[in-house]
């Protein structure tokens, strides 16, 4: 059992508070998960400085002046990194995936917790409203963002076992759930060069749906794949930085509530994580059906 959230702004006004909005969420799931928690961020220009290549990092092994002089190194460029809780949150005037190759070279073996332009993704071991602390989320801005907390069932308690994944450029998923022949397909995505930083089957998900992404694919034909692809009982949460989408698995085993109003589109593992929502009163409010895709595009 874990908890999901989802919040997808559609209207600016709202942006100031998109981390109050989650942090309320995503505490509100805290009994549904108090192993790790974690959340991806889309558009706080603090984290995330717009026009600039992001990456998240953690488990580093050096402070924030070192990590700045060795990847600016490898970079050939300045590199600011400013600290959220745990998290090195490096930013640079280069392409992420610039940005995140100088990473690698700079600390091989480094734990990628996201990359992407305007994404910051924290996570960590331990209670949700801890760590949203640490984190100083409510004081986050952005048009969207995605939480998880998480009850671990297939994975060790670590880090890297904790969600959001977020694997590909701008790319995030968490799921609720567990798929039962994650581990064949593992070994069909290693062979064909994919790396893989847990045991977690949820990575699994993660790392096919960013390659058929990869391949060009919309985010609505990959999900699709997916639920022909993965066997088990699951709800999953993905998005890029412009969309955000739903879909659970054939019989719809594990709980899932989807709510819209002009200013926004929610998702949460139950009706409670929304209930704070401005307006939710209003909202059009329902239980996504199996094997459906709902996407949103901002």
């Known amino acids: 059992m874990c908890g999901i959230v989802g919040l997808h702004l559609r209207t600016p006004d709202l942006y100031p508070r998109l981390g109050e909005l989650l942090t309320g969420m995503l505490c509100e799931m805290s009994d549904r998960g108090s192993d790790s928690a ?6 706080d220009p603090r984290w995330s400085p717009p026009g600039r290549g992001s ?11 070192g990590v700045a002089t060795r990847v600016g190194a490898e970079l050939g460029a300045e590199v600011e990194v400013a ?16 940005l995140l190759a100088a990473a690698r070279a700079a600390y091989p073996g480094v734990l990628v917790a996201g990359f992407g332009a305007d994404l910051a993704v924290l996570k960590g071991v331990g209670d949700p409203r801890t760590l ?13 963002g995605v939480g998880h907390t998480r009850m671990a069932t ?18 995030c998923l968490v799921h609720n759930g567990s798929f039962a022949n994650h581990a064949a397909i593992r070994r069909e995505l290693r062979a064909a060069g994919v ?4 045991e977690n089957d949820t990575e699994v998900g993660a790392r096919f749906v960013a390659s058929r992404l990869a391949e060009g694919r919309d985010v609505e034909t990959a999900l699709k794949e997916l639920c022909a692809t993965f066997d088990g009982f699951y709800t999953l949460l993905v998005s890029n930085r412009d969309s955000f989408a739903v879909v659970r698995d054939a019989i719809a085993c594990k709980p899932a509530v989807i709510a819209e109003t002009p200013d926004w589109v929610a998702m949460g ?30």
């Open 38 to 43: 974690g959340v991806a961020v889309y558009g």
């Open 55 to 65: 990456v998240s990092l953690l488990d580093v092994g050096d402070d924030r002046d």
């Open 83 to 98: 600290m959220i809780g745990d998290t090195f949150q490096l930013s640079a005037d280069a392409g992420s995936e610039t």
């Open 132 to 144: 949203t602390a640490s984190w100083g989320l409510t004081d986050a801005q952005g048009w969207q």
């Open 154 to 171: 297939e994975s060790a308690v670590t880090p890297s076992g904790a969600h959001p994944y977020a694997v590909g450029p701008e790319q």
């Open 195 to 198: 790396h893989f930083d847990s």
């Open 269 to 298: 593992s139950e009706y409670r994580a929304l209930s704070g929502l401005p307006g939710v009163e209003k909202a059009a409010i329902w239980e996504p059906e199996p094997e459906v895709v709902y996407a949103w595009t901002r």
